[in-house]
């Protein structure tokens, strides 16, 4: 059975600490404040970044040919330019589960920067309930998927933060040193879950000028991809670039991977 999610258009509050440290946002000497910190964003010796061998520390998305549905979101078919980056081990780049694997593929236009999560799941926990635009308070503390990213790559600390869950409900989120507030980014997302398949599926569209005042194809961004789920602690926190610290912490602009922006027929 399919199950449809909603489509739509797309403020904040703080969270615990296995929750991505929502509480914790980075400070402008690297720390994390806003609460009484019990996660450290430092990386963690040993630590492995096990997706990092599947797909090293770049993820391209592709120019977007041809033009949209009628909800304005890419044909299935232009998802087959998009070079996918996949992750399953957890924020750490151990434990991994190949049945919670996350795919990730992008596409661009000069107005619009399309995402889409492909996520094989055990269980799924969401919110029953959330305003009238789908947004939701505090959505990391069910099941999500996670895309933080930066465009402004001369500020470690500002990034701009994503979320979307498997029933359509979604947060934006800007993040700078010691606060975070309400992106209004204009977000848009289609949502669907396969139960046959158990994988979920979600198309967000992000128009550009919410994330860089000049967009320029050949500007290389900062960015990573992150994914929640469980219903109770311990909860699977799974990242694309290992975040290394020795509790979930998705905060670590560090560990963040590079975007870069193909013309067509370049991959």
Same mark, same amino acid.
């Given at each position: 059975?399919?199950?449809?999610?909603?489509?739509?258009?797309?403020p904040?509050?703080?969270?615990?600490?296995?929750?991505?440290?929502?509480?914790?946002?980075?400070?402008?000497?690297?720390?994390?404040?806003?609460?009484?910190?019990?996660?450290?964003?430092?990386?963690? %010796?040993?630590? @492995?970044?096990?997706? *990092?061998?599947?797909?090293?520390?770049? &993820? +391209?998305?592709?120019?977007?040919?041809?033009?949209t549905?009628?909800?304005?979101?890419?044909?299935?078919?232009a998802?087959?330019?998009?070079?996918?980056?996949?992750?399953?081990?957890?924020?750490?780049?151990?434990?991994a589960?190949?049945?919670r694997?996350?795919?990730?593929?992008l596409?661009w236009?000069?107005?619009?920067?399309?995402?889409?999560?492909?996520?094989?799941?055990?269980?799924?926990?969401?919110?029953p309930?959330?305003?009238?635009?789908?947004?939701?308070?505090r959505?990391?503390?069910?099941?999500?998927?996670?895309l933080?990213?930066?465009?402004?790559?001369?500020?470690?600390?500002r990034?701009? %933060?994503?979320? @979307?869950?498997?029933n *359509?409900?979604?947060?934006d989120?800007? &993040? +700078?040193?010691?606060?975070?507030?309400?992106?209004?980014?204009?977000?848009?997302?289609?949502?669907?879950?396969d139960?046959?398949?158990?994988?979920?599926?979600?198309?967000?569209a992000?128009?550009?000028?919410?994330?860089?005042a000049?967009?320029d194809?050949?500007?290389?961004?900062?960015?990573?991809?992150?994914?929640?789920?469980?219903?109770?602690?311990?909860?699977?926190?799974?990242a694309?670039?290992?975040t290394?610290?020795?509790?979930?912490?998705?905060?670590?602009?560090?560990?963040?991977?590079?975007?870069v922006?193909?013309q067509?027929?370049?991959?």
């Amino acid at each position: 059975m399919l199950a449809q999610g909603s489509c739509g258009a797309g403020p904040d509050e703080t969270s615990s600490c296995a929750n991505s440290l929502r509480g914790f946002v980075p400070t402008s000497d690297g720390k994390t404040g806003g609460a009484q910190q019990c996660c450290s964003a430092t990386r963690e %010796e040993g630590s @492995v970044n096990r997706n *990092g061998l599947i797909d090293s520390d770049k &993820i +391209t998305a592709a120019r977007l040919i041809g033009g949209t549905d009628k909800d304005g979101f890419p044909a299935e078919v232009a998802w087959e330019a998009a070079p996918p980056a996949r992750f399953d081990a957890d924020w750490r780049g151990l434990h991994a589960d190949a049945e919670r694997e996350t795919e990730v593929r992008l596409l661009w236009t000069p107005e619009t920067l399309y995402l889409r999560f492909v996520a094989r799941y055990r269980s799924i926990t969401v919110f029953p309930d959330a305003d009238e635009r789908g947004w939701r308070d505090r959505l990391w503390d069910r099941d999500v998927c996670e895309l933080f990213l930066q465009a402004d790559t001369t500020e470690l600390r500002r990034y701009k %933060e994503f979320e @979307v869950a498997p029933n *359509g409900f979604w947060i934006d989120l800007e &993040i +700078t040193p010691g606060e975070k507030r309400d992106l209004r980014s204009g977000m848009r997302r289609r949502v669907e879950i396969d139960e046959m398949a158990r994988r979920w599926r979600a198309v967000v569209a992000l128009p550009m000028k919410s994330l860089t005042a000049r967009f320029d194809p050949a500007a290389v961004w900062r960015v990573n991809f992150f994914r929640v789920e469980g219903a109770v602690e311990p909860r699977f926190y799974s990242a694309w670039r290992a975040t290394g610290t020795s509790e979930p912490n998705f905060h670590v602009p560090e560990a963040f991977g590079k975007l870069v922006f193909a013309q067509a027929g370049e991959r």
